[in-house]
């Protein structure tokens, strides 16, 4: 039996303690979210002790796992103190706000004995895995260049109203645009100078869009298109093109669907779009981080592909801000 | 209205040549073309005359205007020859290979009193033209930047030799996406940065490319350049522009109006198109422009501004720094 303390109940508090009650052996000890009501109403569901000190959850004894879903810039202290403790650490993307943090983190994770692993999610949803794996096989022959896009309507209205604050989320680019990073990076492997525009910086309200390129030292490049501008209610937006030396693949969320609903509703009618999987990605990660704690081994995102794909997510926003190439790729 | 098409080295002569025939009020009086065989083929196909030195026609016929579709380094020497017999151009794009050259074609012109068009048939195509409406009407409120490509597939010949083509997929295909912005906009490039490579092909030139723009008014856009669709893909390529505004985000997908066709007898998948054919409407605004004595709707200007954005994506990738604008001669 595992023992999870999950910190932060907000939405992917939520989404990863679904995933742990699904699984056998896991018990969700104890929930923590600053704002005691979202952590009640998530203990409740999972018979889970409750607190509002991630400190608290760090240094229980019957804690063999901590979860960390918290707001970005409150990752680094709550991994390193959970990695301190010989607890087993999962944290969402990502790593942390600051590359400074981030190397700190990747420090301590080397010098402890536990496992540790941020939430890079994308590795594990089905049609990513399905073109890497294509891409291994040598379908596309040699991979040479990606275009990604990734979006939809402003994540406004969360804690804080975090997400519009740059100094905690860095924008689109780097909060959402960080999948697609460790994405290209997972094809690419490392990237060497990177060019991107973005609103990020421009101060309008409730609208955040980038456009990276980024060059790989396999000379790959890759196109990036991130959005936070569509208008509230449309669905997301995910997309790719991978092109190799003999060949293409191409997904798209809008047409490669296998369900559409159009409802009538109360007041508005509504069309979603989705194509439910036997498993959910979360789950499948979050399965992958267990059977790594009990098979003692590496798990699929090291703490180096996490602080990479923050730097380079960070060097767009850096690059957008000064219209120049930033270097990306030096020592950690 | 008489006219003649200089040169079939780049295919779309072949386009441009059947839109020709459609229109009522043109005659297609002769074409000239160096390569002999191909062009002797072509005349006796259309039943016109034929010229191997496109210099002769011009002293010969009495044409109205000419169709120039030669090799990107030879548009300057055609297009110079034919405003000097006092004929009327459509020039291929992009205009030119170097803005000297392209600014000397559109003087001649001017001097001699005729007009010089480029191009552009995406400027005529319908999708275009109802955000063009849409944006000219301010629906959209404060435009914020632009995602797009002009993606084919590798053409090869002439188009991958620099000495006549100016360039590979960049000089290829920054230039119709880039007029669009312009129009859109009403505004120039301030600031070109750019990666471009030979990734996919064994060939001499470059086949990626990935242009960033950012506008005057800070407006930002990349245009994917690149012939990176592969040999299977089922149409030859795209025109995609992403639009992001205050008030929306626009996906404009130029070609994206084709049937699929599953043909067992080729074992091959294709794309076919059922859209409107913007060679066709692009001549007709042409000949009309001419016949009315109107100014053309894409100029000799428009080809110069939108080439001189491959041109600074070059010089970008050369220094690994963006390029502000405009370039020196």
């Known amino acids: 039996m595992l023992r999870v303390g999950i910190v932060g109940a907000g939405g992917m508090g939520r989404v990863h303690a679904d995933c742990w009650s699904k699984i056998d052996d896991i ?82 994770a080397r010098e402890v004995d536990v496992k540790f692993m941020v939430a890079h999610v994308l590795r594990f949803f089905p049609e990513f895995a399905t073109a890497k794996n294509l891409i291994e096989s040598g379908a596309i022959g040699i991979p040479r260049m990606a275009r990604m896009r990734r979006g939809g309507p402003y994540p406004a209205g969360k804690w804080n109203d975090w997400y519009a604050k740059v100094e905690m989320s860095g924008g689109c680019l780097v909060d959402t645009g960080i999948h697609d990073f460790d994405f290209l990076r997972w094809i690419f492997g490392d990237a060497e100078r990177v060019y991107a525009s973005a609103l990020t910086w421009k101060n309008i309200p409730y609208k955040d869009y980038g456009l990276a390129t980024i060059r790989f030292k396999s000379r790959a490049m890759a196109q990036v298109e991130i959005t936070w501008a569509h208008p509230s209610g449309t669905p997301l937006k995910a997309g790719f093109e991978l092109i190799g030396t003999q060949g293409m693949l191409t997904y798209d969320n809008y047409s490669s669907t296998s369900l559409r609903v159009m409802r009538v509703g109360e007041t508005n009618n509504s069309f979603s779009m989705e194509s439910p999987v036997a498993e959910s990605p979360y789950l499948t990660e979050i399965r992958h981080f267990v059977s790594c704690i009990k098979e003692d081994r590496e798990p699929l995102i090291t703490p180096e592909d996490a602080y990479r794909a923050l730097e380079i997510a960070l060097a767009c926003i850096e690059s957008a801000r000064t219209n120049r190439p930033v270097s990306v790729g030096g020592e950690i | 209205m008489k006219g003649a098409i200089l040169s079939f080295a780049h295919m779309h002569a072949y386009s441009y040549i059947e839109c020709l025939k459609k229109i009522p009020e043109v005659e297609l009086v002769a074409i000239a073309d160096e390569v002999e065989e191909r062009g002797k083929e072509i005349a006796s196909r259309y039943n016109t005359r034929f010229y191997r030195d496109y210099q002769e026609l011009l002293r010969k016929e009495d044409i109205d205007f000419v169709v120039v579709c030669s090799e990107n380094v030879r548009h300057k020497d055609m297009v110079i020859a034919s405003a000097q017999a006092g004929k009327h151009i459509l020039c291929e794009k992009p205009i030119s290979v170097d803005i000297r050259s392209a600014r000397e074609m559109i003087e001649t012109a001017n001097k001699y009193g005729v007009q010089l068009q480029t191009a552009f048939p995406v400027r005529f195509s319908p999708t275009i033209r109802r955000v063009k409406g849409m944006i000219d009407r301010g ?10 490509t002009n993606h084919g597939k590798m053409p090869g010949g002439w188009f991958v030799d620099k000495s006549l083509a100016g360039g590979g997929a960049i000089m290829d295909h920054t230039v119709h996406v880039m007029d669009i912005l312009r129009w859109y906009l009403g505004c120039e490039a301030r600031y070109v940065y750019a990666e471009g490579d030979t990734l996919l092909h064994d060939i001499p030139s470059d086949d990626v490319g990935l242009v960033s723009i950012l506008f005057e008014n800070g407006i930002f856009a990349t245009i994917d350049t690149s012939w990176s669709r592969p040999k299977s893909f089922p149409i030859w390529g795209d025109v995609n522009i992403y639009m992001v505004a205050e008030k929306g985000t626009v996906e404009i997908e130029v070609f994206n109006q084709n049937l699929s066709l599953y043909n067992d007898k080729t074992m091959s998948v294709s794309w076919v198109d059922w859209g409107s054919n913007m060679d066709l409407l ?33 010089r970008s990738i050369e220094l690994k720094e963006p390029v502000e604008l405009p370039l020196e001669e």
């Open chain 2, 139 to 148: 629906e959209f409120g404060k435009i914020f930047g632009f995602n797009c």
């Open chain 1, 27 to 108: 018990k969700i000890q104890v929930i923590c979210d600053i704002e005691v009501d979202k952590a009640e109403s998530l203990a409740k569901i999972y018979n889970a002790d409750v607190t509002t000190s991630s400190g608290e959850v760090i240094k229980r004894s019957d804690i063999d796992i901590v979860d960390i879903c918290t707001p970005t810039p409150f990752h680094a202290d709550d991994i390193i103190s959970s990695l301190r403790s010989g607890k087993h650490t999962i944290c969402e993307k990502p790593i942390t706000r600051t590359l400074e943090s981030a190397r700190e983190v990747v420090k301590t």
């Open chain 2, 282 to 314: 692009m001549l007709e605004s042409f000949v009309h422009s001419i016949r009315e004595n109107k100014p053309v709707e894409v100029t000799g200007y428009d080809g110069l501004k939108a080439m001189e954005v491959a041109l600074a994506a070059y």
